[in-house]
Nanobody
Framework: QVQLVESGGGLVQPGGSLRLSCAAS????????MGWYRQPPGKQRELVAT???????NYADSVKGRSTISRDNAKNTVYLQIDSLKAEDTAVYYC???????????????WGQGTQVTVSS
């Protein structure tokens, strides 16, 4: 099995920054796309950013220009840095990874448990 563990959430003042981390462990052969999604209160889960195993990135318009997604393949970890935080960034943030397990040909989609980010003064 594969587990994703997130860290780095919490209460942040408007205009501040945060860095989220998500580390995968378990029976991992290769991780393809890694990403971050978020679910604001009362709304559906939405894409924040993704990064392929080739390093190509994609950002939601709402965070473009003030966020950076990165990955450390040796550590099976993905990071999300968001600057100039706004109240609208308040949400539960989830990491997502497309994983090929050892001994398997197909890939599976895994999610972290979620970490709360609250932007408030």
């Amino acid at each position: 099995q594969v587990q994703l563990v997130e860290s780095g959430g919490g209460l942040v003042q408007p205009g501040g920054s945060l860095r989220l981390s998500c580390a995968a462990s378990g029976n991992i052969f290769r991780i393809y796309t890694m990403g971050w999604y978020r679910q604001p209160p009362g709304k559906q889960r939405e894409l924040v950013a993704t990064i392929t195993n080739g390093g190509n990135t994609n950002y939601a318009d709402s965070v473009k220009g003030r966020s950076t997604i990165s990955r450390d393949n040796a550590k099976n970890t993905v990071y999300l840095q968001i600057d100039s935080l706004k109240a609208e960034d308040t949400a539960v943030y989830y990491c997502n990874m497309i994983v090929q397990k050892r001994g398997y040909i197909n890939t599976e989609n895994y999610w972290g448990q979620g970490t709360q980010v609250t932007v408030s003064s």
